[in-house]
C-alpha cells in the first residue's frame, strides 16, 4: 500500500510546485510608460500629394548624356497640408531634382537601377530633402513612375 501512495503523492507535489511556479513566473500584463503612451497617442492621419511635373533626370557618362531617367513622384502628407506644400513646390522641386542629379553623377541609374537598394537609399535621401524644406509634415516619398529611355 505505501509503495502506490508514494509515486501518488510524489506526482502531486510535483504538479503542485509545477503550477506555483508557472503562476509565480509568469509575465506581468503592466506596460511601461512609454508604451501606454504609444498605444494611447492617436494616429496621424495622412493624405497624398502628386506632385504635378515628371522630373527628367540627365545620366552622363564622359562627358556625354548617354539616358534620361523621368520619375514621377507623390509625397505622403499630414492632412491639411497640401495647400501650404503646393505654395513651396518649386523650392521643393529644386531640391529634389538636386538629389536625383547627385543620385544620378553617383551612378544610382545605371545598371539594375530600379533594384530595391538603390531605391530604398534615394528615397530616404528624398524624404530627408523634403523634410528640410516642408518640415515633418512629409512622411513618406513615394516613386510612382520611374523610366530610362537609353540614348
Partial sequence: M???????ILVVLGLAVGVGGGISLRPTAERSDAEVAEAVEAPILTEFLKLNNQFVVPVVEH??????VIMSLSLEVTI???ESIYAREPKLRD????VMFDHANA????GVFTEGAN???LRKALLEVSQKIIGNDV???LIS???RQDS
Fill in 63 to 68: 562627358g556625354r548624356v548617354t539616358s534620361m
Fill in 145 to 147: 513612375d520611374i523610366s
Fill in 139 to 141: 512622411r513618406d516619398v
Fill in 80 to 82: 491639411g497640408t497640401t
Fill in 95 to 98: 531640391a529634389m531634382l538636386q
Fill in 2 to 8: 505505501k509503495a502506490i501512495f508514494l509515486p501518488i
Fill in 107 to 110: 551612378g544610382g541609374f545605371n
Fill in 119 to 121: 531605391l530604398v537609399f
